[in-house]
């Protein structure tokens, strides 16, 4: 790296030591240009994504289609409010709840979701004077307050509390748990069909399924948080497609229109009417641009067959995987849903992230021991190859070291 192209980023960093609130853990890195699943930071080196946008570019990065649908829909109308009929929303939501079921809401991000989700749950049950939602330990929902407190992650709390009334926490798999803090002021139980920043966690079989049933029995909402499950990350267009077991509710954001801001709630028709006129809404919610985006993103998907693919690629993955582990003894488990592969290490997995991203493929470490991959459904086998290959090297040499 040259002296004159190591300022370009460094120019970036000063910036932000100088304007930007430190409220993330940035990388010393600053990102200007990607395409499909490799990147460019603002020095020239070429970086491969496993974990583009964290989950959000679901097709990479800035794939044609999208981006020839954001510039033609920007030129046409950017945004309206929802005081007016918006075309494209209209037309997202039927793409999505043809696939899937109900009716959508739409906002900008996986909190607003859950935020609409919780207080659906609230509205429906307000008449019996049930508000309570049960999550599970692990889960992680958003920041605003309403899916904070449902996130079950006490250290995401410390310092904020008082948190919102009304969430009671259970242990992942753990039936009699869940059955225990049921009362008569329960209203839903919300879960993620797979836990991403839990560390890629996928309930042991039957468990959602027992999930549904105590829903049916004692007339509550099930809402599964699909924020990083939905649109096709799991081989199907909604992870519970994919898991078996149908909720009343599930929210959606990072995939859902390719990197640009995006939330949909979408549940029951029976239940749709709950969020009535005056008792939710989102100034930017279902805008026309993002709209247009998220078609482009649902019909690419679809055209291109991903989710076929997907499912074939995941298998093989596992495969692969499972072989690392009968060899390296520092892997204690790993763990793969479609594009959501999890490595689960005897070691903190901060290190083989940094080693990976010193040689040029970028992964992410959750749940301190756990190296996570999202990979771009449109991720080529070449791409996938090399990024594995080089997380292998990184796994070897600790194996080798610990
Ligand atoms: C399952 C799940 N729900 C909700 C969220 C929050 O989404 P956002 O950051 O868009 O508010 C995330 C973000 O990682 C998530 O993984």
């Known amino acids: 790296m040259s002296a004159t192209a190591l300022s370009a980023s460094q120019a970036i960093i000063d910036l932000f030591d100088d304007y930007v609130i430190p409220n993330y853990r940035r990388q010393p890195i ?45 030129a046409k ?18 793409f999505l709840c043809s696939r899937g079921f109900g009716k959508a809401f739409f906002c900008n991000s996986g909190a607003e979701a859950n935020e609409a989700a919780i207080k659906l749950a609230r509205l429906h049950g307000s008449a019996q004077n049930r508000y309570r939602v049960i999550t599970f330990e692990n889960g992680f929902h958003g920041r605003t307050f309403g899916a904070l407190t449902a996130t079950a992650q006490p250290k995401y ?29 329960t209203a839903a139980i919300m879960i993620e069909p797979v836990q991403g920043e839990g560390g890629v966690r ?6 959602l399924q027992t999930l549904r049933t105590l829903c049916d029995e004692h007339g509550l909402l099930l809402i599964f948080d699909e924020v990083q499950t939905g649109m096709g990350r799991l ?3 909604f992870g519970y497609q994919t898991l078996g077991v149908q909720p009343d509710v599930i929210t959606l954001a990072k995939g859902l229109a390719g990197g640009v801001a995006c939330g949909a ?18 100034t930017f919610g279902g805008n026309s641009l993002a709209m247009a985006a998220g078609l482009a993103v649902g019909e690419t998907i679809e055209q291109e067959g991903l989710l076929q693919h997907i499912q074939q690629v995941s298998a093989a993955v596992r495969t692969q995987l499972q072989g690392w582990q009968a060899e390296l003894p ?29 040689r040029g493929v970028l992964v992410n470490s959750t749940n301190d021991t756990v190296v996570r ?14 990024g594995l290959s080089a997380v292998r090297e990184v796994l070897e040499e600790m194996a080798n070291q610990a």
Not at 80 to 93: C, D, K, L, M, S
Not at 171 to 182: A, C, F, G, H, Q
Not at 202 to 207: E, Q, T
């Open 330 to 358: 520092i892997i204690r488990e790993v763990r793969v849903c479609g594009m959501m592969i999890g490595i689960d290490l005897t070691i903190p997995s901060g290190p083989a992230v940094a080693k990976c991203m010193e």
């Open 235 to 237: 081989g199907t267009w």
């Open 77 to 94: 109308l950017i945004h309206v409010p929802n005081t007016w009929y918006i075309e494209q929303q209209g037309r997202f939501a039927e």
């Open 202 to 207: 996928i309930p042991a079989p039957g468990f």
């Open 157 to 185: 709390h410390e310092g904020l509390g008082p948190l919102m009334a009304g969430f009671r926490y259970a242990k992942m798999n753990d039936v009699e748990t869940v059955r225990s803090l049921i009362d008569h002021e």
């Open 265 to 282: 709630m979408i549940c029951r028709d029976e239940f749709a009417a709950d969020l009535r006129p005056g008792m939710h809404a989102s």
């Open 373 to 386: 991959l999202l990979p771009a459904l449109n991720v080529s086998a070449d791409d996938l190859d090399e």
């Open 30 to 74: 600053a990102l200007v240009r990607g395409e499909g699943s490799r990147v460019w930071d603002a020095d020239g080196r070429c970086y491969l994504d496993l974990f583009p946008g964290w989950g959000c570019n679901i097709l990479g990065y800035s794939p044609p289609r999208l981006v020839q649908a954001i510039q033609q829909q920007a």
